[in-house]
């Protein structure tokens, strides 16, 4: 089975001015920049990505935004395009992220067009799939995520679905408190990666990064990550501290 490197990922939301950005992505470096033996990436808000990008420059932390649009340019106000990003110095994008879904109604159909947009544009696409509270008590986990993955990855050859990396975050743990054991991220896990292999191949199956999301923080990271097929976290709230996400990225 080929060797999939972890990813250990933060996503700031809309939290930190570009100051504030700053100091925490210089206080990263300090702890984690030299790592080999893990991804860092890390996703400020719009506004600090440029000022972040130098700090991180040349060292093991990457940069993603948090989304973006599908359109290259064009009339959309208050819209990222992907050259935007890259002219920012990003690497990676954030992209279907539940609250965008939630929140902004954001549909798998356009989440799509965003995936295709983000790798023709060179970026790397983190795919945020996850059923809510009312969908695992009703036992649709599995249905909901044949449509997100089936209709996000629709007409992407294989070459390029192993440029994604999907991040597996059950709505009802995000800035919850709770989180899915050990055994029930697995089991979503494995079955996401079964699911790529019958869309796909077992090849693609088993490069593919699949990241567990969920209020991880330092204290249930090892536990996840000794999982078979959980490559990695996006952490949201405990990535805003440099100290605690450094830990979560040291879990070994």
């Known amino acids: 089975m080929p060797e999939r490197k972890p990813l250990i990922a933060g996503n700031w939301k809309m939290f930190k001015t570009g100051e504030e950005a700053i100091a925490t992505a210089k206080k990263l470096v300090e702890n984690v920049g030299n790592v080999t033996d893990v991804d860092v990436m890390i996703a400020p808000p719009f506004t600090a990505l440029s000022q972040v990008a130098p700090e991180v420059d040349k060292t093991s932390v990457g940069l993603s935004a948090q989304n973006m649009h599908w359109e290259k340019n064009g009339a959309f106000t208050g819209e990222i395009s992907s050259d935007m990003l890259i002219a920012a110095g990003c690497q990676y994008v954030i992209l279907g992220h539940s609250e965008r879904r939630q929140l902004f109604q954001e549909t798998d159909e356009q989440i799509n067009q965003k995936i295709h947009t983000a790798i023709h544009a060179g970026l790397k696409p983190?795919?945020?799939?996850?059923?809510?509270?009312?969908?695992?008590?009703?036992?649709?986990?599995?249905?909901?995520?044949?449509?997100?993955?089936?209709?996000?990855?629709?007409?992407?050859?294989?070459e390029q679905v192993k440029e994604v990396i999907i991040a597996y975050e059950p709505v009802w743990a995000i800035g919850t408190g709770k989180t899915a054991t050990d055994d029930q991220a697995q089991e979503v896990h494995a079955y996401l990666r079964k699911r790529i292999q019958e869309l796909y191949d077992a090849d693609t199956a088993s490069v593919i990064r699949i990241l567990y999301g969920g209020s991880v923080k330092p204290k249930n990271i090892k536990g996840l990550m000794a999982m078979n097929d959980i490559d990695g976290a996006l952490v949201g709230g405990a990535s805003l501290d440099a100290d605690q996400f450094s830990e979560i990225v040291q879990y070994q």
């Open 126 to 158: 983190v795919f945020c799939v996850g059923e809510t509270e009312d969908e695992r008590n009703e036992n649709k986990t599995f249905s909901v995520l044949d449509k997100q993955i089936e209709i996000g990855l629709k007409d992407l050859p294989v």
